[in-house]
């Protein structure tokens, strides 16, 4: 296998903000949903105007830009999409993300010059599948989750070339079969196939026994009970070399209805580590820097793992046992300009004249700055930034490109 090549570094994103902030950090291309067929009807979508500008802005970039249409389409609703395929054609996009065969049929009449992304959704598992999907017309195949890493490895071995293969890399994992769940739809009614999952798997569970009402009994050890569903995140940044030598084209991040932030420092620390394993000539026992490892940790997270790619979970459990995401950092502001040895930011949460905070910038190790001579926007002196999104400055020795964040650490590690 040649692997002298880096992967796509695919990006999600959820609005206008977090497209910015992957085409920012490095992304080669970005996945973004319509207001229809796609799969996170709770994030954030691109009108018909925004979808326009944000092709154009992302080919500005040199990156590609690919529209999900991966939702379970009821035969009602196959009316509205010739027209919703072909505006999305004429847009610019690269390509559809999509999971449905009728789907697919239509994209190839009605959008012949996109290239077609088989969804995750779809539940590839094996390289039967892929080819015939491959003869259907896909360009790309995203893997189910379920899938070792050997196994994707013979998917390639006994596929066409032409036919690229896209995994995740990092993010939330789902504990169904590549998401076909019912739970959601069984206990909310609101349809996980149809992207308004409500995520029951997350939640708390006790048993009750039939003739004592009212009275719970918790499943775990302890009288906290156990999040039985709930699994961790997936974070492969310390095992690129060996995807890439299974011949994935294409690294996926996980994330549509996450933070800009969360964008940036995922898509900045897959950046950086993608281009130190080819600036070390694609050395297959490459392993990124420390800190660029470390920066997983500043965003909300489970705890996290590496999914089914290594080890069966029945040896490495994905399960969770607690709820919520842990934080041990928060965004305090975002840079706007930096003139003369001052820093021109905007407020994201409140900090103090005398505080330290960090400094993450596009391929860089984070640097720390401790906060002097605060001034509000109106150039007063100020002991902290109380408002939300307020602007303000401060003297700042290092300069400091527009859209960097600065972050500062919790006292103590929430759990939410």
Not at 9 to 19: C, I, V
Not at 278 to 294: C, H, M, V
Not at 329 to 341: K, Q
Request: proline share 6%; net charge negative.
């Amino acid at each position: 296998m040649n692997v002298n090549k880096c992967p796509e570094l695919l990006a999600p994103a959820g609005d206008g903000e977090r497209l910015r902030a992957a085409l920012r950090y490095g992304a080669d291309a970005v996945y973004v949903g319509a207001d229809r067929f796609g799969m996170r009807a709770a994030a954030a979508y691109f009108s018909e105007e925004k979808l326009r500008e944000s092709c154009a802005l992302t080919h500005a970039h040199g990156a590609k830009l690919y529209l999900t249409c991966n939702t379970l389409p009821r035969n009602e609703e196959f009316a509205a999409l010739p027209a919703f395929l072909s505006f999305a054609q004429d847009c610019g996009v690269d390509a559809l993300i999509v999971t449905d065969l009728g789907v697919m049929a239509l994209a190839k009449r009605y959008a012949p010059r996109l290239e077609l992304h088989v969804s995750t959704q779809a539940g590839v598992t094996n390289y039967a599948a892929a080819n015939e999907l491959y003869a259907l017309g896909a360009k790309r195949i995203v893997t189910a989750r379920e899938l070792s890493l050997a196994e994707i490895a013979e998917i390639r071995s006994k596929t066409p070339r032409e036919l690229e293969i896209e995994c995740f890399v990092h993010g939330a994992m789902c504990v169904s079969f590549s998401g076909r769940c019912l739970l959601s739809n069984y206990l909310t009614g609101r349809d996980s196939n149809r992207g308004d999952c409500a995520q029951p798997c997350r939640w708390q569970y006790a048993l009750q026994e039939e003739k004592r009402p009212g009275e719970y009994f918790p499943i775990g050890e302890d009288a906290d009970g156990t999040y039985i569903l709930n699994s961790r995140d997936m974070c492969l940044l310390g095992h690129l070399p060996a995807l890439a030598a299974d011949g994935i084209d294409s690294f996926k991040i996980e994330g549509r209805a996450k933070s800009a932030y969360y964008t940036a420092v995922c898509v900045n620390a897959y950046r950086c580590a993608l281009d130190g394993y080819a600036t070390s000539g694609f050395d297959p026992a490459y392993r990124p820097a420390d800190w660029i490892l470390e920066e997983p940790l500043r965003v909300s997270h489970r705890e996290y793992c590496t999914g089914f790619y290594f080890s069966s979970p029945r040896e490495n459990a994905e399960i969770y046992g607690k709820g919520g995401y842990v934080r041990k950092w928060d965004v305090a502001a975002v840079a706007e300009r930096w003139e003369n040895g001052v820093l021109y930011a905007s407020q994201r949460n409140r900090f103090f004249a005398g505080d330290t905070l960090e400094i993450m910038m596009r391929g860089a190790p984070p640097a720390r700055v401790t906060v002097t001579d605060l001034r509000s926007g109106e150039g007063e002196p100020i002991e902290s930034t109380p408002h939300p999104m307020m602007p303000f400055s401060f003297a700042c020795p290092i300069a400091v490109p527009p859209g960097a964040y600065l972050r500062m650490e919790r006292a103590e590690t929430e759990i939410r």
